[in-house]
Nanobody, 122 residues
Framework: VQLQASGGGLMQAGGSLRLSCVVS?????????LGWFRQAPGKEREFVAG????????DYADSVKGRFTITKDNVQNTVYLQMNSLKPVDTAVYSC???????????????WGQGTQVTVSS
């Protein structure tokens, strides 16, 4: 299984970015779960958002709730993270991963994509 994240960049505070994560190498089933994590310099990796491939369950970290939206495209095998009202504290390397249903623990996840840098200036 390969996951490829893209869409990062430099944005001013208050702006928006959309990250994409393409999953390839196997068919995704309704029981699969995809998550976005981020890691800022000097900090531990943290959960951002997750979605079940069935689309029936979505989860957000409190720090992004109401600003970020996770969606998926079953045809394109892609998970998106729409990030609005960006803040400087959102600056981090964002990575997508496949793991157990509903988990927020990065150590539970078994497939990871490379990260994409998001930098938000004040």
């Amino acid at each position: 299984v390969q996951l490829q994240a893209s869409g990062g960049g430099l944005m001013q505070a208050g702006g928006s970015l959309r990250l994409s994560c393409v999953v390839s190498g196997r068919m995704i089933s309704s029981s699969d779960y995809l998550g976005w994590f981020r890691q800022a310099p000097g900090k531990e990796r943290e959960f951002v958002a997750g979605i079940s491939w069935s689309g029936t369950y979505m989860d957000y970290a409190d720090s992004v709730k109401g600003r970020f939206t996770i969606t998926k495209d079953n045809v394109q095998n892609t998970v998106y993270l729409q990030m609005n009202s960006l803040k400087p504290v959102d600056t981090a390397v964002y990575s997508c991963a496949q793991g157990p249903y509903g988990s927020r623990w990065s150590s539970d996840y078994y497939y990871w994509g490379q990260g994409t840098q998001v930098t938000v200036s004040s």
